[in-house]
């Protein structure tokens, strides 16, 4: 409920800022690579001795930029992005194998303040993640879907939204509307829970969240389709 009512705020915050642009509203698509991980003290709950590996995925998307001031600008985004780490799991013959965890969120970035200074971008802020869709690889290779979870499951659950924060740097080349950008994503939320009460005793509390979370870094190519003051027609 904590989350829903952050994400409500932020949205709310993001549209007052927009509603009061005073200069330029640039609309754009944007498109590009991810290196996931997870974090965390119990990551060797999920991975042998906490031994992980990046996964490598991708982001694409939709922003707007409004202008506050020359130099401060508002950046809101919507991105699909896949998240996830590649963990080191041990079969039932003790046999280690490599098994990829693959997440797909919609991160929703609703208020960015970004510096700007001739074509660079410094940007910094907030983000809500929804889980798409959850799975982890057995050693053959099979992806189980399981993981995703249930509230009422004795079952490790994946937790439905995230939330963190971003830094990010972009350069944007003004006469053709295309940008470069780099981002780095930390997440707050514990991924994985297990709510169900032990069957062996009713009136136990639930099983605590594992204290494993999101990370990502994101190198990201943008196009902007242009922007033009208020009240002034375009050329």
């Known amino acids: 409920m904590k989350i829903k009512f ?3 705020l932020l949205i709310l915050t993001a549209g007052y800022w927009v509603a009061n642009a005073q200069g330029e509203t640039r ?3 944007k498109v590009g690579s991810t290196s996931a991980n997870i974090y965390g003290p119990n990551v060797s709950q999920l991975s042998n001795n906490g031994n992980t590996s990046s996964l490598a995925g991708f982001h694409f998307g939709v922003f707007v930029n409004s202008k506050i001031s020359k130099y401060f600008w508002i950046k809101s985004e919507v991105l ?6 590649v963990l080191q799991i041990q079969n039932s013959s003790g046999q280690s194998f490599q098994s990829k965890l693959k997440s797909q969120y919609i991160d929703v970035y609703p208020i960015s303040p970004t510096f700007h200074w001739k074509g660079f971008q410094l940007l910094a802020g907030p983000y809500i993640s929804m889980l798409l869709s959850s799975s982890v690889q057995d050693s053959v290779g099979n992806t189980n879907s399981s993981v995703f979870g249930v509230p009422t499951s004795l079952k490790p659950y994946h937790q439905k939204l995230d939330a963190g924060y971003v830094v990010g740097v972009e350069y944007e080349f003004a006469s053709l509307g295309i940008s470069l950008g780099a981002r ?6 514990p ?14 509390p639930p099983l ?16 902007s389709f242009g922007g033009h003051r208020r009240g002034e027609p375009k050329k």
Do not use: C, D
């Open 27 to 29: 609309i754009g698509i």
């Open 184 to 189: 780095y994503t930390h997440g707050y939320v």
């Open 80 to 85: 699909t992005i896949q998240k996830g780490s």
């Open 191 to 204: 991924l994985f829970e297990n709510p169900g009460i032990i069957v062996t005793s009713p009136s136990a």
């Open 6 to 8: 952050l994400y409500t």
């Open 208 to 223: 605590p969240a594992q204290k494993i979370y999101n990370e990502s870094f994101s190198i990201s190519l943008g196009y």
